[in-house]
């Protein structure tokens, strides 16, 4: 089931700049990276801009992730935080 502005189906992204516009098809550019952000059972999948990874809301995220998961994870990189305040934290920084 999709909504307008994130993606619930195990295949599709959401492209951090293009959440207003509520596309939901997936992007093979380069200078992105997939996460996914939530609790098991209920992850949202993100691509993200490479350059999010100096910002300190996602270095903090990346830290906690790592103390959760380790840092040898498999697959896509997970993140333990609620979905809805990481996409209301991106839609801030992006506009900086």
Do not use: N
């Not at 830290?63 to 305040?85: M, N, R, T």
Request: with cysteine.
């Amino acid at each position: 089931m999709e909504t307008m502005k994130a993606s619930t189906s195990s295949t599709s992204y959401v492209r951090l700049d293009r959440m207003e516009e509520g596309e939901t098809k997936l992007d093979h550019r380069k200078g992105v990276f997939p996460v996914l952000v939530g609790s098991e059972g209920t992850m949202e999948k993100f691509l993200l801009p490479m350059k999010l990874t100096r910002h300190p809301f996602i270095v903090q995220l990346l830290e906690l992730s790592a103390k959760e998961y380790g840092y040898e994870q498999e697959g896509l990189l997970k993140i333990p935080y609620d979905a809805s305040c990481f996409k209301k934290m991106l839609k801030l920084i992006s506009k900086k």
